[in-house]
């Protein structure tokens, strides 16, 4: 099946700076890419759909300069924490496709603690 | 997007078939139905997705009722590692992929030993 990886799994980080979170698509071509975030005993909650080569679409509330996304290759998505607070912490989890899409294959997540 | 209702939690015994309801009522023609299941402090992972007819794969299989206003996720024989959040998920095919996907609150299923 498809593989998709996050590195890193963890990171604990100060308030105030940036982290960045890598996903790959290890044996297919991603043409989209999604990122969610998951926060303790809650369902997981779209964050932002990318596509390579082009901006990234972000939901409502989330902030665009804050989660930054570059999607530069059909394998490979990052999102930058820039100035993380502790109110960041999460597990970040990204997913890919290809196609139509009909399927989405998810990374093993990053969990995020900000002191 | 079309809502979807699943029971929070269900249990069965490690060994048995189980039986994962899940209502949407509103669905609409293009709407696939979608299982993910997440284990535990990892990422989701895809079960299985079907439109009409019934399907069937080496994880599961998926029973769609006649008028599509419900399915059941059928895990022939639970094993202790099936213990996770089952997601029950409408995706609109017309989409074509580009929209990300609508997480409800899941079912907890617990497997005893």
């Known amino acids: 099946g498809a593989v998709v990886s996050q590195h890193p799994s963890r990171v604990i980080c100060k308030s105030g700076t940036s982290v960045k979170i890598e996903c790959r698509s290890l044996?297919?071509?991603?043409?989209?890419m999604f990122w969610y975030r998951q926060f303790p005993k809650q369902s997981l909650m779209l964050m932002a759909t990318s596509n390579e080569g082009s901006k990234a679409t972000y939901e409502q509330g989330v902030e665009k300069d804050k989660f930054l996304i570059n999607h530069a290759s059909l394998t490979l998505s990052t999102l930058t924490v820039t100035s993380a607070h502790p109110e960041d912490s999460s597990f970040y989890i990204c997913?890919?496709?290809?196609?139509?899409?009909?399927?989405?294959?998810f990374g093993p997540g990053t969990r995020l603690l900000v002191l | 997007d079309a809502k979807t209702t699943q029971p929070n939690s269900m249990e069965s015994n490690e060994e048995e078939p189980v039986h994962l309801p899940c209502n949407h009522s509103t669905i609409s023609g293009t709407d696939y139905i979608h299982w993910y299941r997440q284990l535990p402090s990892q990422g989701p992972e895809y079960v299985i997705h079907?439109?009409?007819s019934n399907v069937n794969n080496r994880m599961a299989s998926l029973a769609i009722a006649e008028d599509r206003k419900s399915s059941t996720l059928i895990l022939h024989r639970a094993t202790l590692r099936d213990a996770a959040v089952y997601y029950c998920?409408?995706?609109?095919?017309?989409?074509?992929?580009?929209?990300?996907?609508?997480f409800g609150k899941g079912t907890h299923l617990i497997i005893q030993p």
């Open positions: 079907g439109l009409t």
């Open positions: 997913s890919a496709s290809w196609d139509r899409g009909d399927v989405q294959y």
């Open positions: 998920i409408l995706r609109d095919v017309t989409g074509g992929g580009a929209d990300g996907l609508t």
């Open positions: 044996d297919f071509q991603a043409t989209t």
